[in-house]
């Protein structure tokens, strides 16, 4: 399944349009807004609303066996997007002050978010469907196989432009151990740059018959790189959960515990 990068634009989006609103108030009200103002309110209760959506609604997703709740794909996507924004606007609503519990809610809140860049990171290496269910080894077997053969079309029906470009474009090498997950994207960016510096040698014709098959040769290194990986990522994100869990839970007690206490204090003691 190719992956997409849908969630993480939108939540770059909203960050920036979040920003420049938190930085309009500043500029009109010549002050930073406190966590006790209506904006800083505002802010906070719709942060901590985000942050509880994305644990919740993904967990209850998870646990349905229903499918007309929707792909699990796209509530991944959905559980990104309120795990970046979420936390952000209790970032801005914390007024830059770290003490006390306000102070561990952040640290745990900045904490869960790079944990969960992490997670994606491992997740998008376990090959899955469009509907996000993952693939068995011997699916990816077979996809391999498909490649190849349409590979070995591709190559007979131009023989002389293989001989051409074959010393120039050949499948990676496949990486052993923990860098067969974290050297991922290294190995990606490193064979698009040979890509770019061997297709720029070569005529207009060539360089569009040669993308055709820099993107086949591409299909059939992640698809071995899968096969290969199968086992070890699947234990990496089994202990990833292991850990993110049970900080995600610390993290939503002190946050019910920080909003419990601030309506006790602001409001019902007066």
């Keep these: 399944m190719q992956q997409s990068n849908r969630e993480l634009w939108l939540s770059f989006i909203a960050i920036i349009s979040i920003s420049l609103i938190y930085l309009f108030v500043v500029i009109t009200f010549g002050a930073i807004p406190g966590a006790s103002d209506l904006f800083g309110h505002g802010i906070g209760i719709i942060g901590f609303i985000l942050m509880l959506m994305t644990e919740t609604l993904y967990t209850l997703r998870k646990r349905s066996r229903s499918a007309r709740w929707g792909r699990m794909s796209n509530w991944l996507q959905f559980h990104i997007f309120t795990g970046l924004v979420g936390p952000y606007l209790v970032l801005l609503h914390t007024s830059w002050k770290y003490n006390g519990l306000a102070g561990m809610v952040t640290l745990l809140t900045v904490i869960i978010v790079v944990s969960g860049f ?3 990171y491992i997740y998008t290496s376990v090959p899955r469907n469009v509907d996000g269910i993952e693939i068995e ?9 498909v490649v190849d053969g349409e590979l070995q079309t591709w190559l007979a029906a131009r023989p002389e432009l293989y001989r051409t470009i ?16 974290f050297g991922r994207a290294f190995e990606e960016w490193n064979a698009r740059l040979k890509w770019w510096r061997e297709s720029s040698q070569m005529d207009r014709e060539a360089r569009e018959q040669a993308k055709q098959l820099n993107e086949l040769l591409k299909q059939e290194r992640n ?14 994100l089994g202990l990833w959960h292991a850990i993110h869990i049970p ?21 019902l003691l007066h």
């Design 166 to 181: 074959s010393n120039r474009l050949s499948t990676a090498s496949v990486s052993k151990g923990t860098r067969l997950v």
């Design 223 to 236: 698809l071995r790189r899968q096969l290969v990986s199968i086992v070890l990522t699947r234990r990496l």
């Design 247 to 267: 900080i995600g839970m610390v993290l939503f007690t002190a946050a019910f515990t920080h909003v419990v206490a601030a309506i006790y204090y602001a409001t």
């Design 137 to 145: 080894a011997y699916e990816l077997e077979r996809q391999i196989r």
């Design 118 to 120: 992490l997670g994606r």
